[in-house]
């Protein structure tokens, strides 16, 4: 430890640029489903497609970081993630090329995620490491934001222009993170020889592990899926709304939703601070009983005005990523050193399967809420409370983690 705070600056802005691919196509994903003809669970299934590459990419790359090191690991997954976002940006032209690509973004980008956050965890001393991994996360929130923010401004530029400005700052980070990487040593597991299964196989009786492991789990299903809809229904509460042309007022609904992805960037940071000062569990038991809330009180306002929207869609961000980082903090504290990398991607394995079913299950919903329906309330209600059903479990396991930590 002790190399100093100045490669993470540069290690903050290269996951930025990283991130922008991620939330580029929920950005577009109003304009695509009508340019490809797809339903909204073919849709929702696009964007799990991200998902599903992304936990097979995170089990793989957490246990590459235990055996050869976390920082050649990144270095690496970044050089794969910038090709596969301009791939995705050039080529995606379709319900089936749009799932394969973007299943490769996923796959390549799971390498600047949980190596990184080893990483940090590795590099920085023990009375910040919540704050770091925060914001760590909280970059990540602000490439959501800059890339909702250039769908936004290219919207008349077709949708393709945001994807290709997410695209370029994907090779934008890759260049930042070869830069930010550059002073700093590998530390592959003492004596390079331990086994991967053995380690998933320790994690098996470690209780507090699991435990965080499974709150995790609750926490990617509601927040992977409010990530991914989120633009796609305040898009539509402004059409709905307004008198003027679809395209201006989806584009201040794209609008909205990079806002609330700043907001978030403040609550990643504002959570792992708080995470240091009163506890792992305290922070996480008290941001996923907000976010819960928020998942079954959102949809309900879809006939509300949209500054309402606005204000809860910031607070439900708010709620919904104060905790991230802390799952990955309290996760690394309670394994052996050189078990974070099994650990992580167990939990990645868990979390990201969660993430990549809940877009579509909430694509399913609304397509038979609106059979139903109409394009109503009722539909929006409906699937926005699949994501509060899938995270009721979080609380429980989180005071189950708490319990077992208090016991050591």
């Known amino acids: ?5 100045s490669w993470l600056t540069l290690f903050y802005l290269g996951r930025g640029g990283h991130s922008m691919i991620f939330s580029a196509y929920s950005g577009v994903l109003p304009a695509v489903t009508l340019a490809w003809g797809m339903s909204a669970s073919q849709a929702g299934a696009v964007q799990s497609a991200w998902h599903l590459g992304f936990l097979v990419s995170l089990f793989v790359v957490g246990l590459l970081a235990d055996r050869y090191g976390a920082r050649r690991v ?16 050039v080529l995606a032209d379709g319900f089936q090329s749009a799932f394969l690509l973007y299943g490769l973004a996923g796959l390549c980008t799971g390498g600047t995620y949980t190596p990184a956050l080893k990483l940090i965890f590795e590099e920085v001393a023990p009375a910040r490491r919540g704050r770091a991994m925060g914001g760590y996360l909280a970059a990540g929130s602000a490439g959501y934001a800059l890339a909702l ?5 290219t919207t008349g530029f077709g949708w393709r222009a945001g994807l290709f400005a997410a695209a370029a700052g994907a090779v934008m980070g ?20 331990h086994s991967p299964l053995r380690g998933l196989g320790e994690l098996g009786q470690n209780r507090a592990a699991l435990g965080c492991i499974g709150a995790y789990t609750a926490h990617c299903w509601e927040l992977l899926g409010m990530w991914a809809w989120l633009p796609a229904f305040v898009s539509a509460v402004a059409v709905a709304q307004a008198g003027g042309g679809p395209g201006s007022v989806a ?20 959570g792992g601070a708080l995470s240091d000062r009163f506890g792992r569990a305290a922070v996480m038991m008290a941001a996923s009983l907000a976010s819960l809330s928020c998942s079954f009180a959102f949809g309900w306002l879809y006939a509300a005005p949209l500054w309402v929207v606005t204000l809860l869609a910031l607070v439900y961000n708010l709620a919904a990523i104060a905790d991230s980082s802390v799952y990955s903090t309290a996760l690394a504290e309670v394994v052996a050193p050189e078990r974070i990398g099994a650990a992580f991607s167990l939990r990645s394995v868990t979390g990201f399967a969660a993430g990549a079913l809940s877009p579509w299950v909430f694509g399913l919903a609304l397509d038979g809420g609106r059979a139903w329906w109409g394009d109503s309330t009722a539909a929006w209600a409906l ?15 989180i005071a189950d983690y708490g319990r077992q930590v208090g016991r050591r």
Request: charged share 5%; glycine share 16%; aromatic share 4%.
């Open 1 to 5: 430890m002790g190399c100093g705070r």
């Open 74 to 89: 990144v270095l690496h997954s970044s050089l794969a993630a910038a090709a596969s976002a301009v791939l995705f940006g």
């Open 149 to 153: 923010g250039a769908v936004a401004v």
């Open 174 to 193: 890759c260049l930042l993170m070869q830069l930010a990487l550059r002073g700093l040593a590998d530390r592959p597991a003492a004596g390079g020889g």
């Open 251 to 270: 584009a201040s609904g794209i609008a909205v939703a990079a806002l609330s992805h700043l907001v978030s960037a403040a609550g990643s940071v504002a």
């Open 383 to 397: 699937a926005w409370s699949t994501l509060a059903l899938g995270g009721l479990a979080g609380p429980w396991l």
